[in-house]
């Protein structure tokens, strides 16, 4: 169905990113290219200055090898890890690979997006995404 996919993932305990990984698959055609992204929380300005830059660069490559394990569930997938909005951060990157949301399930204003999706990327992506 689908050539590119961007599948967004949730390192904590409360998200199962084998599930997003299968429906990806799902989705996919023969060939598709894969990305699986991850957005990083900002620490604010006012508590960044009391946490070591090393603890931050180490916890940065804790999570790129994390991220790095489960693309490998994904023939030829990508990475990328950013830090910021989630909901920005994953609407900006699909936009600047020129990918749409699209599902069978109609939401709020028109957009067509699944579940899955919108707890991930909130309202500022329900507003902001492309679709088809």
């Known amino acids: 169905m689908y050539k590119k996919i961007l599948v967004p993932v949730v ?21 598709a290219a894969f990305t699986v992204m991850h957005v990083l929380d900002v ?52 936009h600047a690979q020129g990918l749409t949301a699209s599902s069978s399930r109609p939401m709020c204003r028109g957009l067509r997006i699944s579940f899955w999706a919108l707890r991930r990327i909130g309202w500022y992506g329900m507003q902001n995404a492309r679709c088809m």
């Open 43 to 94: 620490i604010p300005s006012y508590a960044a200055y009391q946490v070591p830059a090393e603890l931050l660069e180490e916890a940065r490559e804790a999570t790129e090898r994390h991220l790095n394990k489960q693309a490998e569930a994904l023939p030829g997938a990508k990475t990328a890890l950013t830090a910021g909005h989630a909901g920005r951060q994953i609407v900006n990157h699909a």
């Open 11 to 31: 390192f904590d305990d409360d998200h199962d990113t084998s599930a997003s990984i299968a429906v990806a698959k799902t989705l996919a055609d023969p060939g």
